[in-house]
């Protein structure tokens, strides 16, 4: 059984950090991509979630526009975690975060969710 969780979500003042953490049980990440999406507030159905970032199983990269030069995505096929380094944080950053590994099938975790707010 495969299991995906998401950690490091919270409230954050404007300008601020937060760093996500994504961990699989059950399958290795090593020979997948990873990829972080966001589901703003108020939307709840998956078709609404945004695609953030996402590393290719060779560290390739890729982020959404309104992101780069503030996030950064990172994997660890060691400890088969993929994490989100969110600098700079604005309000609209605020939602719920997801996680996805593209394995053999597509897994999701069940999200965390970030605060931007003075």
């Known amino acids: 059984q495969v299991e995906v969780v998401e950690s490091g979500g919270g409230s954050v003042q404007p300008g601020g950090s937060l760093r996500l953490s994504c961990t699989s049980s059950?399958?290795?990440?090593?020979?997948?991509?990873m990829r972080w999406y966001r589901q703003p507030p108020g939307k709840e159905r998956e078709k609404d979630r945004e695609?953030?970032?996402?590393?290719?199983?060779?560290?390739?990269?890729d982020y959404a526009d309104s992101v780069k030069g503030r996030f950064t995505i990172s994997r660890d096929d060691d400890a088969n975690t993929v994490s989100l380094q969110m600098n700079s944080l604005k309000s609209e950053d605020t939602g719920r975060y997801f996680c996805?590994?593209?394995?053999?099938?597509?897994?999701w975790g069940q999200g965390t969710q970030v605060t931007v707010a003075s």
């Open positions: 996805k590994l593209s394995g053999p099938l597509d897994y």
């Open positions: 695609l953030v970032a996402m590393v290719t199983a060779q560290s390739l990269t």
């Open positions: 059950g399958l290795m990440i090593r020979r997948y991509a």
